[in-house]
């Protein structure tokens, strides 16, 4: 076997954050750099990327989203101008050395708000203006001092913003939402996972954010991760960078703001969600390469065998099929090497089936077998991608639910945490009882507000007076 | 007139340079951002960008290539182990601020080559890794000190990179113009410019290239601009990074890698080329909104008109038309405004239109003016398209050629680029020859050598010599 391409020494159920690591590195996702903190994204994680950003762009498109591009670095006093936002980000943000001709220092961008919204102070003059609607895929870089986990955890990573501006609260708030349920569908139906929508908790909202909501992904060992966000900003920010239109009635008003974003983190969830013990498992929605063509070659009747792969190849031409014709490696050794690559199907044709007429398909995620009438390839072929994209996000689903239990006391809480689940409680809006779960429940924090909320509130499990909301707790990426 | 979108108020032959800033604010394509030297790509210059993106990543990915993601930042000793490199880049790199953890000084990416073969070095172990073909689509920060000029000159611009490795010299050679060539091709079929293929000098190469391969572009104002670069690395990185490879016959050898770019520059360069004294002229295959739709609209009849236009409109499609119904707005505001912003056809529809069953087509590039039978619209439009992107390339073919001039001494040479054209002439290949030039004269420089030399090379214009070659000479930005 080549290096960089050996088989998993871990099992996902006995040391999981090698196990992801090793799926990461050997299915060529991705690698770490020399730089520290910072991360190579391969071509295998890559085109992950590009099938994210395809599908989201088509969307965003749809919804009169226009896509621009706007300075990486930062003057100071931008940063400065929302406190809130400079209070949450400044921990975090690497400056670049002055030149002579610098006037303040620069940050390089850990998210662009204030950037942008320095540029929309000027191109804003009156509704005619509104809504605005606008996007940017690009590289932050936020300075993290934990340990670097590929994908989770880097300093630099790869996401889009949409920033928004809108005449109304109702229209903003509105579109706010409509950007979430967007994430959420890419993450259910291309990425395949199953996702908790809702609203974040003051002291879990954006910096600067009048309310932040989330979509958020449970993971194998329990711990939430944090698919994609979209914030309400309500008029601060306009206030701070001094954004005004002039409004129908003559009057001029401070325009509500919305921002929203996912990042290449998903690709890290995606990976940890689905994979296995023999390695990645890719959704058929999310991937290049559908499938996988391995001809099974004996001296004997070699070149017919070749021919006919070659022919199947062109024919399933719309699955991107890789054909894995390497002499130099036996076919056992692929089965395994595309395997870890997380192909969804591999086809195996050997001197027998082109006799016989017929194709052998495996599939990646349950391994089953199924042989196939060459003249059903293109139908058998849709169908089983398809049921492969369906049984993993149904999965996801099932885990999900099945993880999610309701603590009615802090004990119940503490239990459930232990378990490595995550909880559903009542709670009150002070920070002091979220601080409190912090502090007695291993870390575990308030991941998001469901958006239906029950009927009848019960008790803050914490204070017990009346609560705000059943809130989701858990710990998380 | 809604500020930003304001008629020129100078002409493209009186006040280029200012015409140009102009043309690129007032059609919006871009904006000067509050950041010394770095600027905005605002939606109708990004999807300029976007469209540049598609066809040359559909190019190369046929070709064999696949996109990835190296950091941004770059450990200064990686700069230091190519010396050539090392001194060309030094001038214009931004540092970060040493952080604590941090063991030696971050560059932000001027370029990537080094960060990149670093990863080589380790990814690469035998021939059967070989060839090695990745792109990657990015923004790199060059600290110019030269005045800003939007799109020409910014201290961050986009671009993509590519970075190959071969086993041998004449694959890689062989490849390198190839990507020269798809460079061409997005110039002449996409941007609708003429283009100048050719090899630099040695003086005018890549910092620690072995061959530079270019696309030049001759402006209105007879000054070049480098369109994009195919650089032959030889093995000269491979050796300072210590990539290697063991080959079929079991030794280790150094293999042989290029690189090649192209910018957002190009979009200043179409901006200058096709623009005219009513600001921006796009052509049609790279251009998101291929047609506007005006209806004229009288009290009478406006519904019946409304009705039409929005007929038309589905109809037109594949076109991506934008209607422009704004009934703030007159029908002339809107055609200056839609001439300003470079689409290419514009439809007026009014009352009388709708009865006589036929739509009135205007070219931007032309001005002429068509009556077509509505029913007769698809093809009508289909072939006006194509006329307009064949004879925008023609025009510019035509105005390189009449401008590229035959110099046989220094007096014709510099009275060539004293008219503002471009000078052929015979030239050795010391430095010192072309020192010679640029002091004499009034600061030209050799653009590149043409692929196809003459079969009897004359003698050197500065030192009298026998020449080296046949080479362009001009001013450039």
Same mark, same amino acid.
């Given at each position: 076997?080549?290096?960089?391409?050996?088989?998993?020494?871990?099992?996902?159920?006995?040391?999981?954050?090698?196990?992801?690591?090793?799926?990461?590195?050997?299915?060529?996702?991705?690698?770490?750099?020399?730089?520290?903190?910072?991360?190579?994204?391969? &071509?295998?994680?890559?085109?992950?990327?590009?099938?994210?950003?395809?599908?989201?762009?088509?969307?965003?498109?749809?919804?009169?989203?226009?896509?621009?591009?706007?300075?990486?670095?930062?003057?100071?006093?931008?940063?400065?101008?929302?406190?809130?936002?400079?209070?949450?980000?400044?921990?975090?943000?690497?400056?670049?050395?002055?030149?002579?001709?610098?006037?303040?220092?620069?940050?390089?961008?850990?998210?662009?708000?204030?950037?942008?919204?320095?540029?929309?102070?000027?191109?804003?003059?009156?509704?005619?203006?509104?809504?605005?609607?606008?996007?940017?895929?690009?590289?932050?870089?936020?300075?993290?001092?934990?340990?670097?986990?590929?994908?989770?955890?880097?300093?630099?990573?790869?996401?889009?913003?949409?920033?928004?501006?809108?005449?109304?609260?109702?229209?903003?708030?509105?579109?706010?939402?409509?950007?979430?349920?967007?994430?959420?569908?890419?993450?259910?139906?291309?990425?395949?996972?199953?996702?908790?929508?809702?609203?974040?908790?003051?002291?879990?909202?954006?910096?600067?954010?009048?309310?932040?909501?989330?979509?958020?992904?449970?993971? &194998?060992?329990?711990?939430?991760?944090?698919?994609?966000?979209?914030?309400?900003?309500?008029?601060?920010?306009?206030?701070?960078?001094?954004?005004?239109?002039?409004?129908?009635?003559?009057?001029?008003?401070?325009?509500?703001?919305?921002?929203?974003?996912?990042?290449?983190?998903?690709?890290?969830?995606?990976?940890?969600?689905?994979?296995?013990?023999?390695?990645?498992?890719?959704?058929?929605?999310?991937?290049?390469?559908?499938?996988?063509?391995?001809?099974?070659?004996?001296?004997?009747?070699?070149?017919?065998?070749?021919?006919?792969?070659?022919?199947?190849?062109?024919?399933?031409?719309?699955?991107? &099929?890789?054909?894995?014709?390497?002499?130099?490696?036996?076919?056992?050794?692929?089965?395994?090497?595309?395997?870890?690559?997380?192909?969804?199907?591999?086809?195996?044709?050997?001197?027998?089936?082109?006799?016989?007429?017929?194709?052998?398909?495996?599939?990646?995620?349950?391994?089953?077998?199924?042989?196939?009438?060459?003249?059903?390839?293109?139908?058998?072929?849709?169908?089983?991608?398809?049921?492969?994209?369906?049984?993993?996000?149904?999965?996801?689903?099932?885990?999900?639910?099945?993880?999610?239990?309701?603590?009615?006391?802090?004990?119940?809480?503490?239990?459930?945490?232990?378990?490595?689940?995550?909880?559903?409680?009542?709670?009150?809006?002070?920070?002091?009882?979220?601080?409190?779960?912090?502090?007695?429940?291993?870390?575990?924090?308030?991941?998001?507000?469901?958006?239906?909320?029950?009927?009848?509130?019960?008790?803050?499990?914490?204070?017990?007076?009346?609560?705000?909301?059943?809130?989701?707790?858990?710990?998380?990426?």
């Amino acid at each position: 076997m080549k290096e960089g391409t050996k088989g998993l020494t871990v099992k996902k159920s006995e040391d999981f954050s090698e196990w992801y690591t090793q799926v990461i590195q050997k299915a060529e996702l991705a690698d770490y750099s020399d730089v520290k903190g910072f991360m190579v994204i391969k &071509p295998n994680g890559y085109s992950i990327w590009e099938n994210i950003q395809k599908n989201f762009d088509k969307a965003i498109k749809r919804l009169g989203v226009r896509n621009a591009y706007f300075p990486l670095l930062i003057p100071e006093s931008f940063f400065k101008k929302e406190s809130e936002h400079a209070e949450g980000f400044s921990p975090e943000v690497a400056w670049i050395q002055k030149n002579k001709d610098d006037s303040e220092r620069l940050a390089i961008r850990p998210t662009s708000e204030t950037i942008i919204y320095d540029s929309y102070s000027k191109w804003i003059r009156s509704w005619r203006d509104l809504p605005l609607r606008i996007n940017q895929w690009c590289n932050v870089v936020r300075w993290e001092t934990k340990t670097t986990r590929l994908f989770l955890r880097t300093r630099e990573f790869l996401w889009q913003e949409g920033h928004c501006v809108y005449e109304s609260e109702e229209e903003c708030e509105k579109e706010t939402l409509i950007y979430l349920n967007e994430y959420k569908k890419i993450c259910e139906k291309i990425l395949g996972i199953y996702v908790l929508e809702g609203k974040k908790t003051k002291s879990e909202k954006f910096a600067g954010a009048k309310n932040t909501y989330s979509v958020e992904a449970i993971m &194998p060992d329990g711990k939430a991760l944090q698919m994609a966000t979209s914030h309400n900003l309500g008029q601060g920010f306009a206030k701070s960078f001094n954004i005004k239109f002039i409004d129908k009635d003559e009057k001029e008003k401070y325009p509500w703001q919305n921002s929203w974003g996912i990042s290449t983190r998903t690709i890290g969830a995606m990976t940890m969600v689905h994979g296995d013990d023999k390695g990645l498992v890719l959704p058929p929605n999310l991937c290049e390469n559908k499938i996988v063509i391995i001809p099974i070659l004996f001296k004997k009747d070699k070149e017919k065998v070749l021919n006919k792969v070659k022919k199947i190849k062109s024919k399933l031409n719309r699955f991107n &099929p890789i054909l894995d014709d390497r002499e130099e490696y036996s076919s056992g050794w692929k089965f395994h090497e595309w395997e870890l690559k997380g192909i969804p199907i591999r086809i195996e044709i050997g001197p027998n089936d082109v006799a016989k007429k017929q194709i052998i398909l495996i599939r990646r995620d349950t391994h089953e077998k199924v042989i196939v009438k060459e003249n059903d390839i293109l139908s058998k072929i849709s169908e089983m991608l398809e049921d492969i994209q369906k049984k993993l996000f149904e999965k996801s689903r099932k885990f999900t639910l099945d993880n999610t239990i309701e603590a009615n006391n802090m004990n119940e809480l503490k239990k459930t945490i232990k378990d490595g689940k995550i909880a559903l409680a009542f709670l009150c809006n002070s920070e002091k009882c979220e601080e409190h779960i912090k502090d007695q429940a291993s870390g575990a924090k308030t991941l998001n507000i469901p958006l239906d909320q029950p009927k009848k509130l019960e008790k803050c499990i914490v204070c017990g007076s009346q609560s705000s909301y059943i809130v989701r707790i858990g710990k998380s990426y």
